[in-house]
């Protein structure tokens, strides 16, 4: 949910215990008047947030040339270790230096960090991101003169080159440049320094107004003084010491380096400026992708003439479409594609980011590409990146790939693979903001029997709570939660229940007064505790950077602290960039303390560590037996760690939904897989065909949910006629019916970091027809899904991959060919789905009200022969909802094999176990001969002769009732 009107509230730049006792009482009548204005229907506001040149750290860095670099690397204090290569960096216009160290790391990265050699105080590096200290490997020196230095890499002839003047770093494979830093020479590092002026300056903060709309006029203002006071080391002392004839630039100090103003909040740094940036350049490389959360393709545009993106998260309403304003999460990697090499960039820095990307082919047509060919043009594409953060340090890991699959390994080596979800967290999501009561609850649950539509999950958003006080419950509305939670337990379903990181002052609120008595609350600057405006009214932020907090809010999670919970409730964390609505952008003042840091520093780490904390108390809660399931609206890079994340607060509208699809795959290449949108629209009102595609889309994306306004007229699924319930019904059990294949992408998900959701590339590196293609998707390698996303169409046209390779439609069982454009008419039942020859998949077919009740149900393999009439596919499954496969090794895991006219299964994990109910009741051999006999070889040496029946039209193989238990080995010979 968001705030929807963002007028300021006039100067409210201060905690809120400090307003006037009148402004106090005011605010949960404030509170209403923003829940009644959600309901409108303005778009984002785009003059609440800021531009680049509203940044002044963007601006400044943004002002700098190319090739002016100041920048030079002293090799006389080049330092070579074991694990790396070290040395110094000298600024040449004030002298000042830095602290290069540059490592080989196992899998084929390279890391580079950059800080200064002597700050007046340490300046923050990103800790809890990486799974581990990355694993080094040997440098070696192969050449040195007067201008550089060139180390080995290791194998392929992969070298760093590191030149002096200016410094710049290319890293080579063989004769191919593969990567180069600071070659357009904007490498630039603010040092922190003592201000020079240092004077006692006025900081007013005046509440005069709540939002110019309501023209709400307070009867008082607040104003307070405060005196900056300088600390902390002379800058002399981190400056090399000037030669008498050397001239060192006097540093002049510029708007917005020491205080800022947006709107009517002021941001004091009493650190100064801090800003890091370097560009990267990529040659031969036309497309790069990923750095989300942008509304946005998949494929990155070019920033010249308009802003950067930004990476910082923030509460937006109703966000615009294809620009690059900040939305609620931000991962820092960026992927770079051609047909030979992916490589990635990997920007550890959790502080405000803007990324500019620049390219020598914009704007260039396809015609303009062939003139160049024609008349012998050598100048080779090129991609330009620059970052630039707020704070912090460069910390960069450079992954060279080559393939997709190496960069997704580098990229998980460092951060971590996708949290395994339990198999119900895979299946259908009924949501809204908000279920009245238990009666409410009670009669949807029917409704999805009644109308004979499966579902795992029903949702409660804020208004469940006792006046949005989280861990508690409405005693009248919710007057009996363990009833209910009892209820849905009964019929193998589950809930899950908002708890949001804004906690409502209020001395009788257990959770408040226990964070404030041990000191967990973020501190505003003057050092009390930081409050502002969120769903309660007056809130506190709990700190959670440190680990005490995320400990205790762990604890609270226990059966006997969140009073009403059972094993079946799960959790959502919203409005957790922090949202603060009497904020700057509607977030945290960046002055703000988190100990010894300004939060600055770590805004984009905030949800991360919730959502960590939170994860980790339903584990807790089970001792350490159960998986859990947690949603967050804001992420980082590693949050794929912790579980699910999704588009956030979207709106009933084509476009919305077709964006759905380039925003999930931005985030699946970055480690999320675990990625939805809210289906039909969270604001506004979709018609029904727009709900039905929805449905069909969503059916089809990773995280399935619907989800919807409270000012929204309902929309549960049979609401909208007999002939729309049925569509609905269906494309939901189709997804049911994959959840075998969905578990076991998953699976592999969280042991290889692979993505689940894929970009055509991926499997296609060298089709360059799929680079930019976002339209359509893969489930895994084998299902290739095109949703029907344009109002009123009769038809699509789907792209299919792999020249020689055949795909099947998965409804009809018609054959076609790879390489081709595909018209496929369609209807409003049509959801285009083809599974790829080659490939065998495993469906359960027999849909139940959930998904655990499905548990031992048997499985129809869908077996689809390449050219070569030779498949292979797996089959994976567990308990569905614990940590045993991992801590006691029980699972199933059988590799599916079709070769020589013998379909097989064997064992891929022999030191695995666990027994099973579930068999193979039916098996379709798609592109299929007409066999004379079908013979049953099971383990134990028997044979058995199968019925079996041959559609010679579609030239499809039914065998019926083979009966092989799942778990078992055996091969179906086919003669």
Not at 813 to 831: E, R
Request: include cysteine; aromatic fraction near 12%.
């Amino acid at each position: 949910m968001s705030l929807c009107a963002r007028e300021e509230v006039g100067g409210a730049t201060r905690s809120v215990t400090k307003m006037a006792p009148f402004v106090q009482r005011m605010a949960p009548v404030v509170m209403l008047w923003l829940a009644l204005c959600l309901s409108g229907t303005l778009a984002v506001d785009r003059g609440n947030f800021k531009t680049c040149d509203q940044s002044a750290f963007c601006k400044r860095q943004r002002a700098l040339q190319p090739g002016q670099s100041p920048y030079r690397a002293l090799l006389d204090t080049m330092e070579l270790t074991h694990t790396k290569l070290t040395l110094q960096l000298i600024n040449d216009n004030n002298k000042v230096r830095l602290l290069l160290e540059l490592y080989r790391l196992q899998g084929n990265m390279t890391r580079v960090k950059i800080n200064e050699l002597k700050p007046l105080k340490p300046r923050y590096e990103v800790p809890d991101v990486l799974v581990q200290q990355p694993l080094t490997e040997p440098l070696s020196l192969l050449s040195q003169d007067e201008n550089g230095v060139v180390l080995s890499l290791g194998g392929e002839a992969q070298r760093v080159i590191l030149s002096a003047r200016p410094f710049r770093l290319d890293i080579m494979e063989g004769h191919e440049l593969l990567m180069s830093l600071n070659s357009r020479g904007l490498l630039a590092f603010e040092h922190l320094r003592t201000r020079k002026d240092t004077f006692s300056y006025k900081v007013t903060s005046t509440v005069a107004s709540v939002w110019d709309s309501i023209k709400w006029v307070f009867s008082r203002s607040q104003s307070d003084s405060e005196a900056e006071k300088p600390q902390g080391m002379d800058p002399a002392d981190q400056a090399e010491q000037p030669k008498a004839d050397d001239k060192v630039e006097e540093e002049k100090d510029e708007e917005g380096m020491w205080e800022e103003t947006f709107k009517s909040h002021t941001d004091t740094k009493p650190n100064g400026p801090s800003a890091v940036s370097l560009d990267f350049s990529l040659p031969g490389v036309e497309h790069v992708y990923g750095i989300p959360e942008h509304a946005e393709t998949l494929k990155l545009k070019t920033t010249d003439g308009g802003d950067p993106y930004r990476l910082y998260n923030l509460d937006v309403f109703q966000y615009e479409l294809f620009n690059p304003m900040a939305l609620y999460g931000a991962v820092p990697v960026m992927l770079a594609h051609n047909a030979q090499r992916t490589t990635g960039i990997f920007w550890l820095n959790a502080a405000e980011t803007w990324v500019d990307i620049s390219s020598n082919t914009a704007g260039k047509t396809v015609f303009g590409k062939m003139l160049d060919y024609v008349q012998g043009s050598n100048e080779t594409p090129q991609t330009d990146v620059r970052w630039i953060s707020e704070s912090g340090i460069i910390d960069v890991f450079i992954m060279l790939g080559p393939t997709p699959y190496d960069v997704f390994s580098q990229y998980a080596s460092l951060t971590g693979t996708q949290a395994f979800p339990p198999l119900a967290g895979l299946a259908y999501h009924q949501c809204r903001w908000n279920y009245n009561d238990q009666e409410d609850v009670q009669a949807v649950d029917a409704g999805f029997d009644q109308h004979d539509i499966p579902y795992d999950f029903i949702w409660l958003d804020i208004e469940h709570t006792d006046g949005k006080r989280y861990f508690t419950w409405d005693p009248h509305k919710f007057a009996t939660p363990k009833d209910m939670l009892q209820g849905l337990l009964e019929k193998k379903r589950k809930m899950v229940a908002i708890v949001d990181p804004h906690i409502k002052i209020d001395s009788e609120y257990k959770i408040h007064t226990e964070i404030r008595s041990q000191g967990f609350y973020i501190k505003n600057k003057d050092g009390g505790d930081y409050e502002g405006w969120c769903w309660p009214g007056n809130a506190g932020y709990p700190d959670f950077t440190k680990p005490e907090m995320r400990a205790w809010w762990a604890s609270m999670f226990a059966y006997d602290q969140y009073e009403g919970s059972m094993e079946n409730l799960y959790t959502w964390n919203d409005m957790n960039e922090p949202s603060v609505f009497n904020g700057p952008e509607v977030t945290m003042h960046k002055d703000a303390v988190h100990g010894p840091w300004e939060h600055r520093d770590l805004h984009n780490l905030y949800g991360f560590y919730v959502q960590a904390a939170t994860a980790e108390g339903l584990i807790q809660r089970s001792g350490g037996v159960e998986r859990p399931f947690v949603l967050t609206r804001a992420f980082f890079a590693g949050s794929q760690r912790y579980g699910a994340v999704w588009t956030g607060d979207n709106a009933a509208e084509w476009d919305h939904l077709k964006i759905s699809i380039p925003m999930c795959l931005s985030l699946s290449l970055v480690g999320i897989s675990l990625c939805g949108a809210d289906v039909g629209g969270f604001f506004k009102t979709p018609n029904s065909e727009l709900l039905v595609r929805w449905y069909q889309t969503g059916a089809y994306q990773p995280f399935f949910r619907a989800h919807a306004h409270l000012d929204t007229p309902r929309r549960e699924p049979w609401l909208f006629g007999p002939d729309n319930t049925a569509l609905i019904r269906e494309a939901v059990r189709q997804r049911y019916a994959l959840l075998p294949y969905w578990y076991q992408l998953f699976y592999h998900a969280h042991r290889t970091g692979h993505p689940v959701m894929r970009p055509l590339w991926v499997e296609y590196p060298q089709d360059a027809a799929t680079f930019a293609m976002d339209d359509q998707f893969l489930l895994g390698r084998d299902l290739l899904v095109h949703p029907v996303t344009e109002e009123g169409a009769r038809g699509v046209t789907a792209y299919l991959p792999g020249k020689g390779e055949v795909w099947f439609d998965v409804h009809t069982f018609q054959k076609h060919n790879g390489a081709q454009d595909l018209y496929i008419p369609v209807t409003m039942s049509s959801i285009p789905v083809f599974q790829r020859g080659g490939s065998i998949i495993p469906r359960k077919l027999r849909v139940r009200r959930s998904s655990a009740c499905m548990e031992h149900d048997p499985y129809t393999l869908f077996v689809a022969l390449s050219q070569r009439r030779k498949a292979e596919g797996e089959l994976y499954l567990d308990d569905g909802h614990t940590f045993n496969f991992d801590t006691k090794g029980e699972f199933i895991h059988r590799k599916l094999s079709f070769s020589n006219n013998i379909l097989s299964s064997s064992n891929l994990a022999p030191a695995a176990h666990l027994s099973t109910m579930s068999w193979i009741e039916r098996i379709l051999i798609l592109g299929a001969s007409k066999p004379s006999k079908v013979t049953l070889k099971t383990a134990g040496g028997q044979d058995s002769q199968l019925e079996f029946e041959f559609d010679a039209s579609m030239s499809v193989l039914t065998i019926r009732k083979p009966g092989m238990n799942v778990g078992e080995d055996w091969s179906v010979v086919l003669k």
